[in-house]
């Protein structure tokens, strides 16, 4: 079995105009089970990495394997891969039409043909995950920033994804709720599942992280341990950043 | 006083009542609203074709790599813009006639003429509705369907176009107002319609003011009520989002 669940091989992104190298190369493993955690200055091509993963930013050049597969090939269905990566976005981007259950099964019913009520039976269990069983019939507009964010994790988690991706998951939340959605994503690493995770809180990548990866200018600049990257900076631009964000 | 009733009575029997006159209005009634019905369905159908070609090029055509889906939509997009441009630039009415004498000369039915003419007429209107509803939809949705897995179409289908009607849902309505009363002009190409009914009794009994009067009365009721019908579709559908 191989132990790379994502493989990425010069991977690079331009800009229209072709000026603005937004990744410029960028080479990474990532294996099952690790959680991997992303930061760097804003502009550094973070997201863009993160959202190329899955393709949602269509990468100039370089490959993607998941699972082996180069999902970068265009005669690839990327729309079977993407079931099996899941996307936690920093806007939430629930579906204001329907209702939390709703926003939960639709994607299950419709792509993997659950049954209604297996899919509503294993909603609700992960509902309970993240202590929101009794919200299932509100509406998004209903809920706080925290309880949306919850929701979002959960509403990937039903496609029962192999990675979860999650592009500055608490960004757009109150500081007060940083914590129930960084708590949610610490109980999942704990439970294997593999992570990439573009984030600000640094506090998250110490205690969660397997492997902290810098970017800065479109390329990895350094990446290691959280002891490593936060300990011991060899990059001056590293340093320089921490010094700004700690 | 009474003499002034006494004259209004016996023109209104003189207008509706002499001669069964009256069915020319209910005539021309079931008329305007059998085109009118018929060319708002004909203009939606139209209409949604078009807004999905427009906005499917606007949003993804840069993105797409060469081939024949590329090609394909190119030219769709350029046919439709066509559309829109001549629909769009040129008098109602013309089209109407272009329709009755040139499209339709062997055709004597009025209703499948007009219908023709104003559901094609309504579908660039209905369009740019439909295209500007499903622009207004953030990206942040069009890209949480994809991540889940959905196709363009199902994404379109399952999360952008349930939202993008409930936003337009008002334009909708009124292009659907706005057609009832386009209608009137159907009498052109000797259509019975409810204007044209009218305007019988006035060439029959030279009163101008009873038909004309109660003609624009029926479309004013009737334009109030599809405005309150709305209303309350409306209504109901904002319940769902808080």
């Known amino acids: 079995?191989?132990?790379?669940?994502?493989?990425?091989?010069?991977?690079?992104?331009?800009?229209?105009?072709?000026?603005?190298?937004?990744?410029?190369?960028?080479?990474?493993?990532?294996?099952?089970?690790?959680?991997?955690?992303i930061i760097g200055p804003s502009g550094c091509g973070k997201s863009t990495f993160l959202r190329s993963l899955n393709l949602l930013e269509k990468p100039t050049s370089g490959n993607i394997f998941f699972n082996g597969v180069d999902i970068n090939d265009p005669k690839v269905d990327?729309?079977?891969?993407?079931?099996?990566?899941?996307?936690?976005?920093?806007?939430?981007?629930?579906?204001?039409?329907?209702?939390?259950?709703?926003?939960?099964?639709?994607?299950?019913?419709?792509?993997?043909?659950?049954?209604?009520?297996?899919?509503?039976?294993?909603?609700?269990?992960?509902?309970?995950?993240?202590?929101?069983?009794?919200?299932?019939?509100?509406?998004?507009?209903?809920?706080?920033g925290g309880q949306k964010q919850r929701i979002a994790i959960v509403r990937a988690l039903a496609m029962d994804p192999e990675v979860m991706l999650f592009d500055e998951p608490t960004s757009a939340l109150d500081?007060?709720?940083?914590?129930?959605?960084?708590?949610?994503?610490?109980?999942?690493?704990?439970?294997?599942?593999?992570?990439?995770?573009?984030?600000?809180?640094?506090?998250?990548?110490?205690?969660?992280?397997?492997?902290?990866?810098?970017?800065d200018g479109g390329k990895i600049e350094e990446m290691g341990t959280p002891e490593e990257i936060f300990g011991n900076p060899k990059s001056p631009r590293l340093r320089d950043f921490l010094g700004k964000v700690l | 006083m009474a003499e002034f009733f006494a004259t209004l009575k016996s023109d209104f029997i003189k207008c509706f009542v002499t001669k069964n006159r009256w069915t020319f209005i209910t005539e021309g009634l079931s008329t305007t609203l059998k085109i009118t019905l018929l060319s708002c369905i004909m203009g939606i159908v139209i209409g949604l074709i078009l807004a999905i070609v427009r906005s499917t090029y606007d949003k993804n055509y840069k993105e797409?790599?060469?081939?024949?889906?590329?090609?394909?939509?190119?030219?769709?997009?350029f046919i439709a813009n066509i559309y829109l441009t001549v629909i769009r630039g040129t008098p109602v009415v013309v089209q109407l006639m272009?329709?009755?004498?040139?499209?339709?000369?062997?055709?004597d039915n009025g209703v499948l003429v007009a219908v023709s003419a104003f559901g094609i007429n309504s579908g660039a209107y209905v369009a740019e509705i439909f295209r500007s509803g499903i622009m207004s939809i953030d990206n942040g949705q069009f890209e949480a369907g994809r991540s889940l897995g959905f196709g363009y179409i199902q994404t379109m289908l399952f999360i952008v176009f349930p939202q993008a009607f409930k936003s337009v849902l008002p334009a909708l309505a009124n292009e659907f107002i706005v057609l009832l009363k386009e209608t009137s002009v159907a009498g052109y190409v000797a259509i019975q319609d409810l204007t044209k009914g009218g305007d019988i009794i006035r060439g029959a009994t030279y009163e101008t003011f009873m038909p004309l009067l109660a003609v624009a009365g029926i479309y004013l009721v009737m334009v109030i009520f599809f405005t309150k019908l709305v209303n309350i579709l409306e209504r109901r559908l904002r319940k769902s989002e808080r």
């Open chain 2, 98 to 107: 272009i329709m009755y004498y040139i499209i339709f000369a062997a055709s």
């Open chain 2, 64 to 77: 797409m790599h060469g081939g024949i889906g590329k090609s394909l939509l190119a030219v769709a997009n």
């Open chain 1, 1 to 37: 079995m191989n132990d790379n669940i994502i493989k990425v091989c010069g991977l690079k992104k331009h800009f229209v105009g072709g000026t603005v190298k937004a990744l410029d190369g960028i080479d990474l493993e990532i294996k099952r089970g690790e959680v991997i955690v």
């Open chain 1, 175 to 215: 500081p007060e709720m940083v914590g129930e959605v960084l708590d949610v994503m610490k109980e999942l690493a704990q439970e294997g599942m593999t992570m990439a995770v573009v984030t600000h809180e640094m506090g998250f990548a110490k205690e969660v992280a397997d492997r902290v990866i810098f970017m």
């Open chain 1, 78 to 144: 990327i729309n079977t891969h993407r079931q099996k990566m899941g996307m936690v976005f920093q806007q939430f981007n629930l579906f204001p039409h329907l209702s939390i259950r709703k926003n939960i099964t639709l994607a299950p019913i419709k792509l993997l043909k659950k049954p209604k009520e297996t899919a509503e039976k294993e909603a609700m269990s992960l509902l309970k995950r993240v202590g929101l069983e009794d919200r299932a019939e509100a509406y998004p507009s209903q809920l706080s």
